[in-house]
Nanobody, 128 residues
Framework: QVQLVESGGGLVQAGGSLRLSCESS????????MGWFRQAPGKERDFVAA?????????HYADSVKGRFTISRDNVKKTVYLQMDALKSEDTAVYYC????????????????????WGKGTQVTVSS
């Protein structure tokens, strides 16, 4: 089973930035699309961003984060990142990274059912 470990969450003021990291134990990490999701208290888990396998040339973002968040990957480090800028209070949530269950899928998926492995999450709190 693939292990995904997120880090980088914390408390930040509105307008600030955070960079989340997610390290994978998967040997063939480069072959899988990766995604970030988030879940606020009392709400469903929502899609945030996804990146295609290998070079990650294709990315998708939720409308709510487009222009503020950037997803990227480093296949040598087997890590996916989420750079979050211009943070708002409504970005407060637990952020989860996830690995696509099917290798070489294009375009990268944006719905949870396509992701087979999940991290335990990292809390992001944005104070207004």
């Amino acid at each position: 089973q693939v292990q995904l470990v997120e880090s980088g969450g914390g408390l930040v003021q509105a307008g600030g930035s955070l960079r989340l990291s997610c390290e994978s134990s998967q040997g063939t990490f480069a072959n899988y699309a990766m995604g970030w999701f988030r879940q606020a208290p009392g709400k469903e888990r929502d899609f945030v961003a996804a990146i295609s396998w290998n070079s990650g040339t294709t990315t998708h973002y939720a409308d709510s984060v487009k222009g503020r968040f950037t997803i990227s990957r480093d296949n040598v480090k087997k890590t996916v990142y989420l750079q979050m800028d211009a943070l708002k209070s409504e970005d407060t949530a637990v952020y989860y990274c996830a690995a696509d269950g099917t290798p070489w899928r294009m375009p990268p998926p944006t719905t949870p059912r396509f992701f087979s492995d999940w991290g335990k999450g990292t809390q992001v709190t944005v104070s207004s």
